[in-house]
């Protein structure tokens, strides 16, 4: 990606990053297979025709670098360096460990801005990248170490922010790009709706899966020492919900916030609140509020649905959004 044109949003699009794509593609259908690989065709022709200096990505962390010692309702990750994936999932996200590189000058310009607008963000150095950033990368823009500057959204640990305040996180970051020179790619990642096994909204005395969980929650990576099959349990607790027969997609809900999304319905999507969407869509639900800040920052124009597909074998659905159409216009 050498060649350059004037700087602006010149690519944004949102995705799941659901943990399937990593090392259980083999699980579904070939042919429900062949429709993702197709639609993620779509969106990696399209970032390669735009040549993007930079990924602004509006993730979630999954308690590798923020824990409930310490879990901040936004953050950005300020260096040049970031490391990902971490040694523990590797093995599933079928990459190994590198540096991926960052844009110091402009993380350090959208967090001073931010913090004049009233976003007080905590600040990282370099962030660890998993599947929040390194699926996007996998099967987006694989041949390309594209600079990437991560800002974070607490999706787990209640009280969350607000869809209204993340849609107001997400114009605050465009009105920094906007007088920015770089050319600049949007990605939002997380949702829809799934029930992944690494929060829980009650104690249960008879699974002590639970607890162990919750010490992880507590203690981030460093829970991995005291009790190293955990990365492992979670795997087969997430197989064993799979073929448990339970519904666990909410495919009218996915398919109705893709619709809302993709209209841009500010005050619908602005006006969701977590008790509701956890009730409906699980904890994973509100990993929504990362495509409703790349709503904000592209400033609620429309998008489009590439793809929507209700993966059972990974116990959540597989959706892309992007707004070409937008911005070609």
Request: aromatic share 8%.
């Amino acid at each position: 990606m050498d060649e350059k044109r004037n700087g602006g949003v010149v690519a944004a699009f949102a995705m799941t990053h659901t943990p399937g794509l990593g090392n259980l593609m083999h699980l579904p259908p070939r042919d429900q297979i062949e429709r993702i690989e197709a639609g993620f065709g779509v969106i990696r022709q399209r970032l390669e025709e735009a040549k993007p200096d930079v990924v602004v990505a509006f993730v979630n962390d999954h308690f590798d670098m923020y824990t409930t010692q310490g879990m901040p309702g936004f953050a950005i990750a300020l260096n040049d360096t970031h490391w990902g994936p971490t040694p523990e999932t590797e093995n599933w996200i079928e990459m190994k460990r590198a540096p991926i590189p960052g844009n110091a000058d402009l993380a350090h310009d959208i967090y001073g801005s931010l913090m004049e607008d009233g976003f007080e963000l905590f600040r990282s150095d370099s962030a660890e990248l998993v599947h929040n950033v390194l699926l996007a990368k996998k099967f987006i823009w694989p041949d390309y170490d594209i600079p990437v500057v991560p800002i974070f959204t607490n999706c787990f640990i209640t009280p969350l922010p607000t869809f209204r305040r993340a849609h107001a996180l997400g114009r605050a970051v465009r009105a920094v790009l906007d007088r920015r020179p770089e050319r600049v790619a949007l990605i939002a990642t997380g949702g829809i709706s799934h029930w992944p096994p690494i929060v829980f909204d009650h104690d249960d005395p008879n699974d002590p899966f639970v607890e162990r969980v919750r010490a992880f929650n507590k203690h981030g990576r460093a829970i991995w020492d005291k009790d190293p099959t955990l990365a492992g349990a979670i795997l087969e607790r997430e197989r064993e919900m799979a073929q448990s027969g339970r519904e666990l997609i909410n495919i009218e809900w996915d398919k109705e916030i893709l619709d809302q999304l993709a209209r841009a319905d500010v005050s619908t999507l602005t006006a969701l609140d977590h008790e509701s969407v956890r009730e409906i869509a699980g904890p994973g639900g509100s990993e929504m509020l990362m495509w409703v800040s790349l709503m904000g920052a592209m400033k609620d124009r429309e998008a489009d649905i590439v793809l929507y597909e209700a993966v059972k074998e990974w116990m959540g659905g597989v959706g892309l959004l992007s707004y070409a159409r937008s911005i070609d216009n």
